[in-house]
């Protein structure tokens, strides 16, 4: 089974080139649908305005586990904007990262600097 943000990487590809279609987009995209995994697995809740912890424990995914451990290190509750524009930052070590998962599951193939479809 695909993680959000693992659809919408897939999503965001263009079949023929090989990039991504829109990259500020799926900057923010990407965060987007890691928080809507952490809150899946009820270890993230939101209120009107902040973004809280409920289960610090690890999900055993690695990249969840990494953001839920940089919102557990704040010291203060902060909002969904805020870890949105905070964890976009590292967006490109994510997207990295997701893209060698679905190369890992054979979704998708690396071929001469371009990601394709398999």
């Given at each position: 089974?695909?993680?959000?943000?693992?659809e919408?990487?897939?999503l965001a590809l263009d079949d023929e080139?090989?990039?991504?279609v829109d990259?500020?987009?799926v900057k923010y995209g990407l965060i987007g649908?890691?928080?809507?995994?952490?809150a899946l697995a009820n270890?993230?809740?939101?209120d009107i305005e902040n973004l809280?912890?409920?289960d610090a424990s690890p999900t055993g995914d690695d990249i969840l586990d990494d953001v839920l451990a940089q919102i557990a290190?704040?010291?203060?509750t902060r909002t969904t904007a805020y870890w949105l524009v905070q964890l976009s930052q590292c967006s490109n070590t994510i997207k990295e990262r997701l893209l060698d998962r679905l190369i890992e599951k054979s979704i998708l193939k690396k071929e001469e600097l371009k990601i394709l479809w398999v």
């Open positions: 089974m695909l993680s959000f943000a693992e919408l990487l897939l080139k090989g990039t991504i990259k500020t987009s649908a890691l928080l809507m995994d952490l270890k993230i809740d939101t809280m912890i409920v290190q704040s010291k203060e």
